[in-house]
């Protein structure tokens, strides 16, 4: 594997495998890799010739007072991983590389509407940044495919809509939620609980089952389920920022009696740690 930090090696190195014929996927991230990211570069392993990875906590997507400096960086470890797991190349960019003009003055999309509620309304500009990112990187390794993770759903559905509105000839691809043993689902920000924390942890996911659960028995407006879910939560000892039954095609509130293609979805502090979570309810 090779790890380029700038954007001409990067073009090169690819150039060399289209000359060749070979199909790309790329897997972003910003690093301090877990299973659940290794789950998404077997995927883009299982469905392209070559596979780049990144690596970059991306500055324009952290709000004011986030976890932007404390954010956990683990480039060699992360490299060691990827290596062993038949990663291509690893694009590990400094932020002058993705940002020439620096990150206040870059040039930013904007995905409206869809951004507008859930993350995009708690974290104002997150989806601008994370959109603008995706976007450079896209227009850097041009890839065939991207896989990204279910478990930032709304993510998932902002890229989506990115790449048709943009008519970028990338198919973009969902990975699965991976999961502790104790349902919690795997995530970087999870190494900031403290053990209390860690214990309590997997009632956001307890409390999405629970959910599914009483919205397929019936006999529940959603709005209820949302209310005693989000008691659910307090009562654990979270703050919940939202706790919201949508469509999954567009994240749209549901209408009374839609029974079909519905996700649930929390975001919830826990001491420090903000948490995201899913659940489709099919
Ligand atoms: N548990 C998981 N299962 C599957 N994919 C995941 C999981 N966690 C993260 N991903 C996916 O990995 C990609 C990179 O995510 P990121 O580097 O932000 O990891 P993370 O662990 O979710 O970190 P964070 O704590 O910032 O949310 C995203 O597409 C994300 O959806
Ligand atoms: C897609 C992404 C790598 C863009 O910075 C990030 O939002 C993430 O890790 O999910
Ligand atoms: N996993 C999404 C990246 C973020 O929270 O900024």
Redesign the pocket.
Known sequence: MQTVTDAAALRAAIRGWRTAGQTVGL???????????H??LKLARDRADRVVASVFVNPTQFGPGEDFER?PRTLAQDQAGLAEAGCDILFAPEVSTMYPFGPAASVSIHVPLLTETLEGAHRPGHFDGVATIVAKLFNLVQPDLA??????FQ??RVIERMVRDLSLPIKVMA?????EDDGL??????QYLSPAERARAPQIHATLIQMRELFVQGGHAWQALEQAASARLQRAGFVPDYVAIRRAEDLGAPSVDERTGLVALVAARLGNTRL?DNLIFD
């Not at 897997?27 to 990211?37: E, S």
């Not at 990975?175 to 999961?179: G, K, V």
């Not at 689902?185 to 999870?190: D, G, T």
């Open positions: 897997v972003p991230t910003m690093g301090n890799l877990h299973a659940g990211h789950s998404l954010y896989v990204f993770g279910q478990k930032d993510q998932l990975a699965p939620t991976l999961r689902a795997l995530s970087s920000r999870n995201i």
